[in-house]
């Protein structure tokens, strides 16, 4: 299994290989009993992923072990990740398709977020964070693409559960969407 922690935060993910697929999660709040409540959409996804990138509360390394068997998956700790302090880190950088992606778990406030972000991860081209379970894509004017997939499992206030696809190539994000997953999908 490859995760965040096995990472070498220079290499590039598929810079050369053409267009990088990423699948984008977080807040899976999953363990291995109850790996069977996450949306079969989530598992075909992640099966033609190049890469899984998990922003945190994964909650238990059975989800994290399942997203690897399927390709090479990169994740951050979350605030609910007690088990994985020592495996996961709290922020994680790697290049994929030549674009520079940040990880982060909490972002913080709403207010003064893409400031902060881009404050944060000079360097980044896309800052990926979860732990509002709330999906935001966001073009910042000055500073890097933010975004928060959602949660696949648990929507809270949300019509959807949600994930994220990035389709990256040439140190370009091609394309930024919400993915809606789940019964409640449309």
Do not use: K
Not at 118 to 135: E, I, K, L, T, Y
């Amino acid at each position: 299994m490859r995760t965040a922690e096995d990472a070498d935060v220079d290499a590039d993910d598929g810079a050369e290989a053409g267009a990088v697929g990423v699948l984008v999660v977080a807040d899976t709040h999953l363990d291995a009993d109850s790996l069977d409540r996450m949306p079969p959409e989530v598992w075909a996804l992640a099966d033609s992923a190049d890469v899984i990138l998990h922003a945190g509360d994964v909650v238990d390394q059975a989800v994290l072990d399942a997203l690897a068997a399927r390709t090479p998956t990169h994740a951050v700790l979350g605030n609910n990740d007690h088990g994985l302090v020592g495996t996961l880190p709290d922020t994680l950088e790697v290049v994929l398709g030549g674009v520079r992606v940040a990880m982060v778990h909490d972002s913080g406030p709403t207010a003064g977020r893409a400031r902060r972000m881009a404050r944060r991860f000079p360097d980044a081209d896309v800052v990926v964070f979860g732990h509002s379970h709330q999906p935001v894509v966001e073009a910042a004017e000055a500073g890097p693409l933010l975004l928060n997939p959602g949660s696949p499992t648990h929507r809270r206030r949300q019509p959807v559960h949600t994930v994220a696809w990035l389709d990256l190539a040439g140190g370009t994000v091609r394309r930024a969407d919400l993915v809606e997953v789940g019964p409640l999908s449309g």
